[in-house]
Structure formats: structure tokens, C-alpha cells
């Protein structure tokens, strides 16, 4: 079962790589969807969200590629989160043309988001991911995100303050994820090094 999410809201990260999260609701409902991307890309998501362009103005490659789309009939239908790689959620993007489905299957979150907004398309997550990844309340004014959400810069900081303060629990627990990140691999990192 597919959940719809919005976009809710945009938070710094404490570290300064220069990133930041992406904050999704679940639609009519209060669990939230943390996503991480640059601090650049966020902000000029949650403009394009707050300022919609009308074709034909291409302001960005997100909308220039929005007309290329609409040039050749093809409509953006949804975007959907997959899963999750080395602190990277995944996406397809489903597409229709002349009446035939044509999907994306793999691309970063942060792109196809960007998608979403410029296409104004839905975001959806399928149930059982988005019940593994939401963020839990712990408090308050405090939310508790899963470890595999973290970028490894974040995780071997994490891991530096966690031997430094002598909290060996947790640094085994960031170790054993950095461990099995460098076993497994990433489709988005395999095609492109270079990506953010």
C-alpha cells in the first residue's frame, strides 16, 4: 500500500557539510519523512514549491526539463520512495505517455523530489518502508531518526564524539553501520562517484 507524503517543512543539520533535511508529512496523518540534501537544493525545492512557474519559463534545469517533458506529452504521475542505500533513500519515477506507463527506477530522493515539485505530482513511500524510516518523537521538542538515514560524513563524526565521550555502545553500533555501508553497494554511487 502506497502512502501519500507532502512537503512539510525544511531543518538544518548540526554538522557543517552544508546539509540539510527535508521534512515530508504523511498526508492527513503526523508521521514525518526526514530527507537528507544540500542545504542548496532543499531551499531551491521549497521555493519552486512556494512559487510555481508557469510553462513555458524554464528558471531552473528542474523546470527546463519539466518543458521537455510537456513538449513530448510525457506526464510526471507520482514519485516513489523504494528504499534506502548508504544513507541515500531511493526513488522511482512513474511517467505516462500516450497512455503507457514508463518508469525511472532508480534515482536519488533529492532529484526526484525536485521532480515532484516542479511536475506538481505526488510523492508516496510504500507503507512498510515509511514504518521503518519515520522519525520517532522521543520528547517534547526531540525526534530520534534511524541510523541508515545519516550520511557517513555524519556517522563518522557521530562516531568520533561517541568514542570521545566514552559511549561505547553507540560506537559500536556506528561502526557496525559504516561496516556493513562499505560492504554493500549503492546503484546511485556505483553510476556517479561525483553525486552529492
Sequence with gaps: ?????????????????????????????????????????????????????????????????NLLLHKFDVTVKRIEFTGIANGVFLCKIVAEREGQECVVDTCQAHDALVVACTSVCPITIDSELFQAQYMRKTGDKSFAINIDVLTRKMLEDALEHAVATENFEVATQIRDELARRNQARNPIEDANPYAE
Excluded: W
Excluded at 496523518?29 to 521555493?47: F, K, N
Design 1 to 65: 500500500m502506497l502512502i501519500e507524503l507532502e512537503l512539510s517543512g525544511l531543518a538544518s543539520t548540526a554538522d557543517q557539510n552544508d546539509r540539510s533535511i527535508v521534512i515530508l508529512k504523511e498526508k492527513g496523518g503526523d508521521r514525518i519523512l526526514p530527507v537528507m540534501m544540500s542545504t542548496r537544493r532543499a531551499v531551491s525545492m521549497m521555493m519552486r514549491r512556494q512559487i510555481p512557474l508557469s510553462l513555458p519559463v524554464a528558471a531552473t534545469v528542474a523546470d527546463a526539463y
